[in-house]
């Protein structure tokens, strides 16, 4: 396996295995695959940050960073960063390989300086890596909430101590939903179903989406 940064080349590539890897996990279809095409043109995109996996010639997995704040209660501001998407193709997937993609860009992050990783995930895929929920550095959502799904990776250690402090990502994440369907019609057509597991999601991060 290669792990290497994302080329232009691997775009098309990176966007259909994100669109394999989420379709009808969250909800029926995806998005994914829409954020992966708007976010590299975004400010907040970290390029240096933006790996693939590869075997045989083939991108099978991916994982893209963007900066990201904590404020305080006082104001103070401090940058970290979040990753996603990251996935992996489903025929490549519990084999290691966004383990794989995760370590090496954390180090990446901890060389950085950056005292720490937070996204908004299942704590099931995360937690072996060292994630905590939010509430337990005291880091709530913009709405001072504290979702299952909001993770943090202290990288700097003791950095989280009595402060409180809100995350708040990139506003590439709130995109347009319709230009994400229309995008979405460029790639071969598949099946949207429902799936118990969509609500599971629905409650991890229901604050985050009220």
Not at 44 to 54: N, R, S
Not at 202 to 207: D, E, H, P
């Amino acid at each position: 396996m290669i792990i290497r940064l994302e080329t232009k080349d691997d775009y098309r590539q990176v966007e259909e295995l994100t669109r394999e890897a989420f379709w009808n996990q969250y909800f029926p279809g995806c998005d994914e695959h829409y954020l992966c095409h708007i976010l590299r043109e975004h400010k907040d995109f970290i390029k240096e940050l933006d790996y693939v996996a590869e075997l045989d010639g083939k991108v099978v997995a991916s994982i893209m960073y963007s900066d990201s704040f904590l404020i305080s209660e006082d104001q103070e501001k401090v940058h970290v960063v979040s990753f996603g998407p990251l996935c992996v193709h489903p025929d490549y997937q519990r084999k290691g390989i966004g383990t794989a993609l995760i370590e090496k860009t954390k180090l990446l992050v901890e060389k950085k300086n950056i005292p720490a990783i937070i996204i908004y995930g299942d704590a099931h895929n995360y937690c072996k890596h060292g994630f905590k929920n939010g509430i337990d550095y005291k880091v709530s959502d913009m709405n001072g909430e504290y979702p299952m799904g909001l993770l943090v990776l202290e990288l700097r250690n003791g950095f989280f101590g009595n402060k409180k402090w809100k995350i708040k990502q990139t506003d590439a994440f709130y995109f347009d939903q319709e230009k994400a369907l229309e995008f979405d019609k460029t790639f071969p057509e598949k099946e949207k179903k429902y799936e118990y597991g969509q609500e599971i999601f629905k409650m991890n991060i229901r604050a985050f989406l009220r």
